[in-house]
């Protein structure tokens, strides 16, 4: 750990990209990493997307300004494992099993799970088949195409798994769609933060840390999370193999996976989302039991997707999505 | 020559693409089966949706156009009312996107501070009608022209030579206006066709139009993206636009036969 952070201090500097300041936590991980190791970070596109993280590392391959770390969509981190460098972290064993690639290629670092976000005036929630109430006229919202966007498609998942169906046939949260449509009660608008405060999409099936009431700026905003629907989406992190800083690229992860009360972990916790380790901190008591409880409430052992999954789930959506609500 | 030079770069060019991707594989082969998709049933739909939609709002759109222009052009030439009105269509017929998305969503969605109607969310009925905010101001400002166009003196002509108005229009005004009528329902036609953004924001939960269906096959995170496939979409949209094209050629010297 010395040795490494000796080399990092002597590079000086570390190329990060795509993370707002305002998202996870990350302006306060950033300060924190350059005020414990004196290096300077340079955070380039910070409003980017997963697709422009794997853009950037390819056109600017071999200059000093081509990004140390990604932080990237777990679809996007399978499909690019050419371009990383095998890292385990000194933490590697309290990542679980299904959240990190067995040869160190990729590693999740934060998440949450799929919920539902509800304004207060529907009074509580506590089942999923509350919605298709006559009180939900109009307010029940993805947030995107499950076609097209992540979010939208797990938000289908999680549906389906409430629903009694399982990750690999989402037949039955496509028909949950359908019974909403039916109801009346499906609207077609895309949930913003500007369609939420204006009440058009007063229901929003979304990740819980992006339906958390300060994330989205509303006060009088619920989430539920369906028991025994927990459906997982995490973040992964990864060094490109030809990093210009490539002993700050070890160190920052090294940082980002610490269970220190000022590391990594507890300060993506502190913003809202689930860090990887969280388990593994709870159970060793080096979690932030304040910020933990400020998380909604699950109960049931979380599922992810496979690749396979994931496709398979796309596909039945692509020939079905638009007939069940069209 | 700068202009066959810039119809080059952003027409010809951009079509060549299109044309060349659609009949490519996903690793660059020459192939026909990239075109397969045209005969699945969901994708017609898009065609479908997008012929409705611009079919309905450019006729609706040219129509309602037409009248709102005769009366303004029928009143004071120079007065406050007729540029006001042309100042006013100016504006909003570059009004759309996600702005005019969501001015109709706060004020007469179903949950809309005026009006609380839900029917707003069928297609093509709600969009349709978002559409006519940006189709009648501009059907006004190309439709213009040709209405000022319209002589007194033939009016008066055939008023004297005791011609009732329906004669007046069925037989000089009518057949006067109607080339410029339809080749601006034809502008509309392609305007409501290519229109993306307003929709885009206003319902992108399902894909009823081509262009929702060309963003998702680019842009898709669930692994769906196929840039092929897209070319294969925008290929289909340009055969529509040929065709529509043609169709109106054809209408176009049919309606002005008697000016040769």
């Known amino acids: 750990m010395s040795t490494l952070a000796a080399a990092a201090k002597k590079e000086g500097t570390l190329n990060v990209i795509a993370v707002p300041p305002t998202w996870a936590n990350y302006g306060a991980i950033i300060s924190g990493f350059t005020k414990k190791y004196g290096i300077k970070v340079n955070s380039a596109n910070p409003t980017g997307t997963s697709q422009d993280e794997v853009n950037a590392v390819k056109q600017e391959n071999g200059t000093a300004a081509a990004p140390d770390v990604l932080d990237i969509g777990q679809a996007f981190a399978l499909a690019n494992t050419s371009l990383f460098a095998p890292y385990e972290v000194s933490t590697w064993t309290d990542i679980p099993a299904a959240q990190k690639a067995a040869n160190g290629l990729w590693y999740e670092d934060y998440g949450g799970y799929m919920s539902i976000g509800y304004s207060s005036k529907f009074g509580t929630i506590t089942s999923m088949s509350q919605l298709l109430g006559s009180k939900f006229k109009n307010a029940v919202a993805l947030n995107g195409n499950p076609t097209a966007a992540n979010a939208a498609l797990n938000g289908v998942m999680m549906a389906n798994l409430v629903e009694g169906g399982t990750a690999d046939n989402i037949s039955k949260g496509v028909n949950f769609f359908h019974q909403l449509k039916q109801a009346g009660n499906f609207s077609p608008v895309s949930a913003t933060g500007a369609t939420i405060k204006a009440g058009t999409t007063p229901v929003v099936f979304n990740w819980d840390y992006l339906n958390l009431p300060s994330y989205v700026g509303v006060s009088n905003w619920k989430v539920f999370v369906p028991p025994n629907a927990i459906l997982g989406g995490y973040y992964a992190q990864a060094i490109n193999k030809n990093a210009p800083h490539p002993a700050a690229a070890r160190l920052w992860e090294e940082f980002l996976y610490s269970q220190a009360t000022s590391g990594g972990q507890n300060l993506w916790l502190a913003g809202g989302a689930r860090p990887v380790e969280q388990a593994a901190m709870t159970s060793n008591s080096s979690i932030n039991t304040a910020d933990a409880s400020k998380l909604p409430a699950v109960s049931g052992t979380p599922v992810f997707l496979t690749q396979a999954q994931n496709t398979a789930a796309a596909n039945y959506l692509t020939a079905n999505w638009a007939k069940a609500v069209g | ?260």
């Not at chain 2, 109607?117 to 009925?125: C, I, K, R, T, V």
Request: proline share 4%; glycine share 12%.
């Open chain 2, 1 to 260: 020559m700068p202009f066959l030079g810039y119809v080059g770069v952003f027409l010809l060019l951009p079509t060549v693409i299109v044309l060349v991707h659609a009949f490519q594989n996903q690793s660059g082969g020459f192939s026909l089966s990239g075109l397969k998709v045209l005969g699945d049933s969901t994708v017609r739909g898009y065609f479908v949706g997008s012929a409705e939609l611009a079919a309905v709002t450019s006729v609706g759109g040219a129509v309602l156009g037409a009248i709102l222009a005769y009366a303004v052009a029928s009143g004071n030439p120079e007065g406050v009312v007729r540029r006001l009105y042309l100042a006013g269509s100016g504006v909003l017929a570059q009004f759309g996107g996600v702005t005019l998305a969501f001015a109709f969503l706060a004020t007469v969605g179903p949950s809309g501070l005026l009006l609380h109607a839900s029917w707003f969310y069928n297609f093509p009925e709600g969009i349709g009608l978002i559409y006519l905010y940006f189709q009648i101001p501009l059907m006004v400002l190309v439709f213009m022209p040709a209405i000022d166009g319209l002589k007194v003196q033939w009016r008066e002509a055939c008023e004297n030579l005791g011609g009732s108005a329906w004669q007046y229009w069925r037989h000089v005004g009518g057949p006067l206006l109607m080339p410029a009528f339809l080749g601006a329902t034809l502008l509309l036609f392609a305007n409501a066709l290519s229109a993306f953004a307003t929709i885009w924001a206003w319902e992108n939960q399902i894909a009823y139009i081509v262009p929702q269906q060309i963003a998702i096959a680019l842009s898709s995170e669930v692994g769906l993206a196929n840039a092929n496939e897209g070319a294969v979409l925008a290929l289909g949209m340009v055969i529509m636009v040929v065709v529509v094209m043609t169709g109106y050629a054809l209408l176009q010297r049919r309606a002005a036969r008697w000016l040769r």
